[in-house]
């Protein structure tokens, strides 16, 4: 015992340091599996986040690819067919044409006045028709291109909120399949309800702008340029701004800024798409992308470049009329569609138009 409380004596510091030491090996110890154990922790939650990114990234492109495979298989060439249709009912220039033909073949059936006045008819329908088609055409190719954005960032939300990511997202009813189908739908009011009214507009523009020209004067690709050009600028200039609205949406749209529920939202962005001026922009740049390529046609079917040295209207004429089912043709053989979704504005435009799309 003497022993111990001696060596006790002589050694005690080195004890208390070792101790010492001892315990705070312990403590630091205890300290890293605690942090070892919330960064382990932390490493298993930044995992999961990114797992559920990128399930929330796999989801949100799998909607959208199906929106636009329903929107480019379904939507756009139902809503192109209906277009045609409708457009070859109510500008039917066949039975001018085939009057004017028998009248050549049988002088005596119709008199001079009754052939000038068919011709006059058959130049204005003729260009009448030509511009809308050209109108119609392009607006309803922008638009489904709309109509697809808008619901991708729609399902962009939707699935953030599904997989619990959506706390910096507005809160708002989730877009369901009915939704979605009645928005895609939206498409055919022009063919189904606005087509009338903008068949009487466009003609008048065009009565505006071609009644000073005759029949037997020269007519040359630039003549035909700038008229269909002058015809859809003094359409789109009719009216009050964004008048050409009434052809596209239904009224209590148009006139309705807030919404009530999902599909109605829909609409509501839809319509502030459509009257903004980056839209705008695009229309006026892929109304002129389809004019230019629609004339370089027609001056094709002309042998020896005649169209381009000039020839008189009445030659032109059915030729115009000829081109006019070309545009609403069948989206897979659309040559128009197909140039107008591969302006470089147009698809900037739709980027942007995605990325920055607000989530109200």
Not at 1 to 30: A, Q, T
Not at 88 to 107: H, V, W
Request: charged share 20%.
């Amino acid at each position: 015992m003497l022993f111990v409380r001696d060596l006790w004596r002589r050694h005690r510091r080195k004890i208390f340091v070792s101790v010492g030491v001892l315990g705070s090996g312990y403590f630091l110890y205890k300290l890293y599996g605690a942090h070892r154990s919330r960064l382990d922790a932390l490493e298993r939650e930044l995992a999961f986040q990114r797992e559920s990114e990128e399930l929330m990234k796999a989801q949100m492109q799998s909607h959208f690819e199906n929106i636009q495979r329903i929107s480019d298989t379904i939507t756009l060439p139902h809503a192109m067919h209906n277009l045609s249709c409708r457009i070859a009912e109510e500008l039917d220039l066949s039975q001018l044409l085939e009057r004017l033909i028998r009248g050549k073949g049988q002088p005596n059936t119709l008199t001079q006045a009754e052939k000038l006045a068919l011709w006059d008819r058959l130049k204005i329908l003729s260009f009448t028709r030509l511009a809308l088609s050209i109108w119609a055409t392009t607006m309803i190719s922008l638009y489904t291109k709309v109509q697809v954005n808008i619901l991708g960032r729609h399902l962009y939300i939707d699935t953030a909120r599904s997989l619990g990511s959506s706390d910096s997202l507005e809160t708002k009813d989730a877009v369901n399949r009915e939704d979605q189908q009645k928005f895609l739908g939206s498409v055919d009011f022009l063919s189904q309800h606005g087509l009338p009214t903008l068949i009487s507009d466009m003609e008048a523009a065009t009565k505006e702008i071609i009644k000073g020209k005759q029949l037997s004067g020269l007519f040359n690709h630039t003549a035909l340029h700038e008229t269909a050009m002058h015809i859809l600028n003094k359409f789109m200039s009719m009216g009050s701004p964004h008048s050409w609205l009434k052809y596209m949406l239904p009224e209590d749209v148009i006139s309705h800024s807030t919404s009530s529920s999902s599909g109605e939202q829909l609409m509501v962005e839809a319509r502030a798409v459509l009257i903004s001026a980056e839209f705008g922009s695009i229309v006026e740049i892929s109304l002129k992308a389809v004019v230019d390529t629609l004339v370089e046609l027609v001056a094709a079917r002309f042998k020896g470049g005649s169209l381009t040295t000039g020839m008189p209207l009445a030659r032109v004429l059915p030729q115009v009329a000829q081109m006019c089912p070309l545009l609403p043709e069948e989206p897979s053989k659309n040559q128009f569609i197909k140039i107008i979704r591969s302006i470089p504005e147009v698809e900037l435009f739709f980027t942007l138009l995605y990325a920055n799309m607000p989530s109200a």
